[in-house]
């Protein structure tokens, strides 16, 4: 992701209400975006951006996925997987052997199970209304990069 893109990038996060939040006194520790340049992973369609995914690298061989959000005209093409297969390459590639990823909702839950063989680890609470407004939790997920059971 350049610069010149967040304006885009950050007009789909709203749509799934994941875009940044400034800390301020309703809000002095917002959830982490992980939109950083090198960080940040675009999907282009037609000049226009219609997806985007981030990660931070959180040390130890453990990052962290953030930020993974698809234009809904778009859903349903495969931009998401490729984006999370882009990130994922990139985090290895760095020496990431473990990525934890935090979502609330359901179907992406089963999403990353079924297509990267993630592993649900637990819950930690939001720090505010984040993605699903209505959801209190993430559901913390873990993955493995090197297990030759993911088949990635």
């Keep these: 992701m350049r ?3 967040m304006g885009r990038v950050v007009e789909i996060l709203a749509h799934w209400n994941m875009a940044p ?5 309703d809000c002095p ?9 090198g960080r940040t992973f675009v999907a282009v369609a037609g000049g226009t951006i219609v997806g985007v995914a981030s990660y931070v690298l959180r040390g130890d061989a453990w990052a962290e996925t953030a930020s ?3 234009d809904p005209a778009w859903r349903g093409r495969g931009i998401g997987e490729r984006l999370q297969r882009s990130r994922l390459a ?8 473990h990525v934890r ?6 179907e992406t839950i089963a999403w990353y199970q079924r297509k990267f063989g993630y592993r649900i680890a637990g819950v930690v609470p939001k720090k505010h209304a984040f993605s699903l407004a209505g959801v209190p939790d993430w559901t913390v997920l873990v993955l493995d ?3 030759p059971a993911r088949g990635v």
Excluded: S
């Excluded at 939040?21 to 006194?25: I, S």
């Excluded at 990823?101 to 359901?106: A, I, L, S, V, Y």
């Design 101 to 106: 990823t935090e979502t609330d909702r359901p």
């Design 68 to 70: 993974l959000a698809v």
């Design 145 to 147: 990069i090197d297990d």
């Design 29 to 37: 520790d917002p959830e982490t975006t992980g939109l950083e340049a």
């Design 21 to 25: 939040v400034a800390p301020g006194p």
């Design 90 to 97: 990139a985090m290895k590639a760095l020496g990431v052997r």
């Design 3 to 5: 610069l010149a893109e």
